[in-house]
């Protein structure tokens, strides 16, 4: 039940803050339905755990030097999911900004990818829908978003592979 404890700390969670540093695998309560899971004043996760299994919720808003690189011109905040969580709904992602002439993305390791969020009003944050919580960048410029090219140093229309029915 919600409020059985061990030592000081529930053991199982149904809803409230998540502090950077200190949280890692979260089980929530069997009966806890739709949740708001605050992460301090950066983020609101808004979702259904019911039915719900243990997830590794660490998070952290520390600078990605490599990313940050990439995109010299403009002024970045972090936020990373560590444990790159699923949940087994899709629920509502709220990145708090300091307005709404700002940017979002998630940070992926080639850089910047678009995503679609929408500016929230009522909560001061871009609002996202989704399952799986990973690494967000908020700039105070649009950035150029990286897209992978792709390889044309190959001719072959069997992506290079030997066949070796045709001796090739």
Known sequence: YADATLTGTPTAFDGGELK???????TFDKTAGEVD?????????????????????AWNTDFDKDFGAMYDYA????LEFEGTPSF????????????????????AEDGAKAIDATWNEDYGAWELKTRKLTKYVISDVELDEKTVTEDTSSSTTDGGKDNPDTGR
Request: glycine share 10%.
């Open 20 to 26: 950077s540093g200190s949280t890692g695998i979260v």
């Open 37 to 57: 899971i605050d992460f301090e004043d950066v983020a609101t996760f808004t979702v259904d755990v019911t039915g719900q299994g243990k997830l590794n919720l």
């Open 75 to 78: 002024n970045l905040s972090f």
């Open 88 to 107: 087994n709904k899709n629920g509502s992602l709220f990145i708090y900004a300091e307005d709404k002439d700002t940017f979002v993305y998630e940070a």
